[in-house]
């Protein structure tokens, strides 16, 4: 089994910056992509930014420049660093993590969601 907790989220003015952290934990072999995805208010949920187990890294075009996603593997952690939020990054967020079990079985799982709200 393996859990993700979620930290970071709040409330922040357009132009604010907020930090979300993921830490992984339980009987995790090995993580390969870790990623960060938001689901606004009756939109679908999209990829906000991803990183695999050599450092590459992707991004929506709407992050892009704003946004880095960085891990920390000793923690097994992935971190979101939003920089120049804009009311339209205002949602849930969830990270989402591949991992191969204990088991050498590959799983995707996801974190409880941390609401970020940016007010104009």
């Known amino acids: 089994q393996v859990q993700l907790v979620e930290s970071g989220g709040g409330l922040v003015q357009a132009g604010g910056s907020l930090k979300l952290s993921c830490a992984a934990s339980?009987?995790?072999?090995?993580?390969?992509?870790m990623g960060w995805y938001r689901q606004a208010p009756g939109k679908q949920r999209e990829l906000v930014a991803a990183i695999t187990s050599d450092g590459s890294t992707n991004y929506a075009d709407s992050v892009k420049g704003r946004f880095t996603i960085s891990r920390d593997n000793a923690k097994k952690t992935v971190y979101l660093q939003m920089n120049s939020l804009k009311p339209e990054d205002t949602a849930v967020y969830y990270c989402?993590?591949?991992?191969?079990?204990?088991?050498?079985?590959?799983?995707?799982?996801w974190g409880q969601g941390t609401q970020v709200t940016v007010s104009s």
């Open positions: 989402k993590v591949v991992v191969i079990t204990s088991s050498y079985v590959t799983y995707n799982y």
């Open positions: 339980g009987s995790i072999l090995s993580i390969l992509t």
